[in-house]
């Protein structure tokens, strides 16, 4: 009389499970995508600083000739500009992240349901065999009170 519950809809659950697990895994990947462009921008802006400290510096040194004086606009134009690119990255990236967000959203409610459902349909199985045990108990009780009044 030992059986144990056996739930039909295991595989939709472990299904779903999986689809959550990788949605959470490719979430990992965007956020580690964003991290990686925010630290690009950070670079490119320290890299535009030090551009403006050794432009003081030679300037300051008054040892600047025509080649540099173009170099330094150009230099920092493009850094600029790669930034604006990047920051652009970033923003689709950001708008990626919204998706998966509600993409994981959508996929923990489906896990949620089955796995209600599996706890309703486990409780019934107990309550059904509880019942069983139960009934079981009372005729064994019933016998042995008319095995006693019969010797």
Request: proline share 1%; aromatic share 6%.
């Given at each position: 009389?030992?059986?144990?519950?056996?739930?039909?809809?295991?595989?939709?659950?472990?299904?779903?499970?999986?689809k959550e697990k990788m949605i959470k895994a490719d979430l990992?990947?965007?956020?580690?995508?964003?991290?990686?462009?925010?630290?690009?921008?950070?670079?490119?802006?320290?890299?535009?600083?030090?551009?403006?400290?050794?432009?003081?510096?030679?300037?300051?040194?008054?040892?600047?000739?025509?080649?540099?004086?173009?170099?330094?606009?150009?230099?920092?134009?493009?850094?600029?500009?790669?930034?604006?690119?990047?920051?652009?990255?970033?923003?689709?990236?950001?708008?990626?992240?919204?998706?998966?967000?509600?993409?994981?959203?959508?996929?923990?409610?489906?896990?949620?349901?089955?796995?209600?459902?599996?706890?309703?349909?486990?409780?019934?199985?107990?309550?059904k065999l509880d019942k069983k045990?139960?009934?079981?108990?009372?005729?064994?009780?019933?016998?042995?009170?008319?095995?006693?009044?019969?010797?």
């Amino acid at each position: 009389m030992n059986k144990k519950f056996k739930f039909k809809l295991d595989g939709l659950l472990k299904m779903r499970s999986f689809k959550e697990k990788m949605i959470k895994a490719d979430l990992g990947k965007i956020v580690k995508k964003q991290t990686e462009i925010r630290e690009k921008i950070e670079s490119l802006k320290k890299d535009i600083l030090e551009i403006y400290k050794a432009q003081k510096e030679a300037f300051d040194n008054g040892n600047v000739d025509g080649r540099m004086l173009q170099f330094y606009p150009q230099f920092i134009s493009q850094k600029k500009a790669h930034i604006v690119e990047i920051t652009k990255l970033l923003s689709q990236s950001e708008i990626e992240y919204s998706e998966k967000v509600k993409e994981l959203k959508v996929a923990m409610g489906e896990v949620k349901v089955v796995e209600n459902m599996k706890e309703r349909k486990k409780k019934e199985f107990k309550k059904k065999l509880d019942k069983k045990m139960q009934e079981e108990l009372e005729d064994i009780i019933n016998l042995r009170r008319k095995l006693a009044k019969g010797s």
